[in-house]
């Protein structure tokens, strides 16, 4: 079994920043994929950013040029540094990873979530 723990949330001013980190532990031979997605209240789950195994990173428009992912696949880390956070980017932030536990499985997990807000 796979489990993914965050840390770092909290409460923020507009305007200035917050690391999130997330661990992976359990039996995994290799990770294909880490990111970050976020939920605001009355909103769907949307993605923040991601890297694939090739360190190829995706981010939302919302987010691109504020926050910054990064993967550290030896202690099996991801982080995500959110730098002139706004109001906006306030809901609970999600680690996900998709991991293959043995040659030719494929699982996706998450973590439990940690809540960032920001004020105004």
């Known amino acids: 079994q796979v489990q993914l723990v965050e840390s770092g949330g909290g409460l923020v001013q507009a305007g200035g920043s917050l690391r999130l980190s997330c661990a992976a532990s359990?039996?995994?031979?290799?990770?294909?994929?880490m990111g970050w997605y976020r939920q605001a209240p009355g909103d769907q789950r949307e993605l923040v950013a991601v890297v694939s195994n090739l360190d190829s990173t995706s981010y939302a428009d919302s987010v691109r040029g504020r926050f910054t992912l990064s993967r550290d696949n030896a202690k099996k880390m991801v982080s995500l540094q959110l730098n002139d956070v706004k109001p906006e980017d306030t809901a609970v932030y999600y680690c996900?990873?998709?991991?293959?536990?043995?040659?030719?499985?494929?699982?996706?997990?998450w973590g439990k979530g940690t809540l960032v807000t920001v004020s105004s």
């Open positions: 996900n990873m998709v991991v293959s536990p043995a040659i030719g499985i494929r699982r996706t997990y």
């Open positions: 359990g039996s995994i031979l290799s990770i294909n994929s």
